[in-house]
């Protein structure tokens, strides 16, 4: 049996400590601190609908640079 | 030709385009249970990602989520974060269960488990829980696409007929191609709905107050409790945080421990496939937005419909709109039903056949035998869900969250599986167990809830707690266990050549 190599461990560190931020921002306590307010309008949008989009995007962008960057080594 | 004609003939062309784009396939696969069950582990990066989609664009998505944002506002936010986290893990499960099933041949994700620690009650007992949370989930499809036909027809053709009709449809691809003619209809339809759920997400505000803007403004005067998170309860009053932060909490973890997604791992035809759909995947999430502005836009329309789940149909028959506009939706809602419906289907007959049957009680079949069994199983699993579907009274949205319970108690199992060496069979075992035990209790006895939580959540950690309390006092060395982890970990299990 040949063990591969094994990949470093920061981006997927520092990945999981990305996604728990985001998540924070979309449950309590996270949202109800600062989320939770229908003014201002963003793009027609009430606030509170307007953070939740921000942050799904903001986690899809994570994932965008996590794949680029680890991907391909990631063995899951 | 009379607009209810044109409504109709919309519909009637869609559905035969779905079962010719469902069909073809089926010439090209293998007369094998594999070929059946897997698609001969074929399945591209763009089937595979609308297969994955349509386990959140269902029937739920185009009737339940409009409705839950129509009578609860805010509170139907929850499906964008769940969307959008959900299948993460699957990044790095996903591979790890591809290699498994090339090296060992799975093709469910009962058996993975089962052959880590040789155990054969574990995927009998899995069996019966995808099976208590597949079967209501396909009821509610088989609802909805009788709901759409009936008031396609302005009631001409009656719920259950609609049910029938569309439903027969995907019972005749679904039993002549198996995996890849749901793979093909489900591409198809997928980018059918993303196009209507945008059609309609931005019409509609448009049509009725003057664009999305405006909408809102309008429901910030007169109804702003609902854009206010959490949004209301099922009440009427102010929403729970709890309840919201343990629903988004169980579905975000149980979202990628739905059996069918790893069979979909077993039918990849590559893991940077896997990686790549999983990476795409938030975009469903986004197609979601409109859905939501469809459901407000019906915040301050008069008159209300019977039921919330009915607002999106109920206005499109109540406004003056093309009947081409009428007939595309119709298709698209469809297509929602459809495309989840077969795929549900499809798994839960193969896991019962494969997991209950095969491998729990230890029946021998042949490869052909096999895929008979499974269709057999179709045939009944259909019928048994068309039976439950016309007696089934609550929301859509309610029933969706009803089904995470006892699917996220799979997570411990498969991360135990996949990562975990000193998890032991009788440990996962007792988590599954003690986890839908918990589950279950708390879901049919809400009053008994300490906290008002998921009951799913209660049973995920009494789940955990089982499996490593049970793990620690039954560990052993497994055979075979370090070459299945160096396998699900890539490393290279091949003898050297002397």
């Known amino acids: ?76 | 030709m009379s607009d209810s004609r044109i409504v109709v003939g919309i519909a009637a062309v869609y559905l035969v385009a779905c079962l010719v784009i469902g069909m073809l396939p089926g010439r090209r696969a293998s007369d094998s249970a594999e070929g059946y069950v897997a698609g001969d582990r074929t399945l591209g990066p763009l089937v595979m990602f609308f297969i994955t989609g349509a386990t959140i664009f269902s029937a739920f998505a185009f009737l339940g989520m409009p409705g839950k944002a129509y009578s609860q506002g805010a509170w139907a936010f929850m499906v964008l974060a769940y969307g959008a986290f959900g299948f993460i893990p699957f990044y790095f499960l996903g591979p790890r269960a591809a290699r498994l099933g090339r090296e060992y041949g799975f093709v469910t994700q009962g058996q993975m488990v089962a052959h880590r620690f040789h155990s054969l009650p574990i995927p009998g007992v899995m069996a019966l829980i995808s099976a208590g949370a597949f079967v209501p989930y396909l009821a509610i499809q088989i609802k909805g696409a009788g709901y759409v036909l009936n008031s396609m027809t302005q009631g001409a053709v009656s719920e259950q007929v609609g049910g029938a009709i569309v439903y027969g449809v995907v019972l005749v691809y679904v039993l002549k191609s198996g995996v890849l003619g749901v793979g093909w209809t489900n591409t198809f339809q997928g980018i059918f709905m993303m196009v209507l759920a945008w059609a309609m997400g931005l019409y509609l505000p448009y049509a009725l107050y003057g664009g999305v803007g405006e909408m809102f403004r309008r429901i910030a005067e007169e109804r702003p409790e609902l854009l206010r998170a959490p949004g209301l309860g099922p009440d009427g009053a102010q929403g729970s945080w709890g309840e919201y932060t343990s629903a988004v909490i169980v579905t975000s973890i149980g979202f990628s421990a739905w059996p069918h997604l790893f069979m979909k791992a077993f039918t990849a035809r590559s893991e940077a496939t896997i990686r790549r759909t999983v990476v795409l995947y938030p975009i469903f999430s986004i197609f979601l937005v409109p859905i939501l502005l469809i459901g407000f836009s019906g915040v301050l329309f008069e008159p209300a419909p019977a039921q919330a789940d009915q607002i999106l149909p109920h206005m499109l028959m109540s406004i003056e709109l093309s009947p081409w506009i009428v007939g595309l939706f119709c298709a698209g809602a469809l297509a929602a039903s459809m495309s989840s419906g077969d795929a549900i289907v499809h798994a839960c007959s193969s896991i019962l056949v494969r997991d209950g049957w095969i491998t729990a009680l230890g029946r021998k079949l042949d490869t052909h035998a096999e895929r008979r069994l499974i269709r057999y199983l179709i045939v009944v699993l259909l019928g048994a869900s068309y039976g439950l579907a016309f007696h089934y009274e609550g929301s859509l949205f309610d029933l969706l969250l009803y089904a995470y319970g006892p699917v996220v108690q799979f997570m411990p199992a498969v991360v135990a599986a996949l990562y975990i060496r000193r998890a032991t069979g009788p440990g996962v075992l007792a988590g599954l167990v003690v986890g839908v035990s918990v589950n279950i209790l708390f879901a049919v006895c809400p009053d008994l809830r300490p906290f008002a939580l998921h009951a799913g959540l209660y049973g995920f950690v009494a789940n955990v707690a089982a499996l490593a309390l049970v793990s620690a006092v039954t560990r052993r060395e497994i055979d075979g266990e370090e070459r299945y982890l160096a396998v699900a970990a890539g490393d290279d299990v091949r003898e050297p050549s002397s």
């Open chain 1, 1 to 76: 049996m040949i063990r591969r190599e094994q990949e470093p461990a920061w981006p997927r560190v520092a990945f999981a400590c990305y996604l728990g931020v985001c998540a924070c921002a979309l449950v309590w306590p996270g949202y109800a601190l600062a989320g939770d307010r229908i003014e201002p309008f963003v793009l027609g949008l009430p606030f509170a609908f307007a953070w939740t989009i921000g942050w799904v995007l903001a986690a899809f962008l994570g994932l965008l640079v996590f794949h680029g960057l680890a991907g391909p080594k990631d063995r899951g």
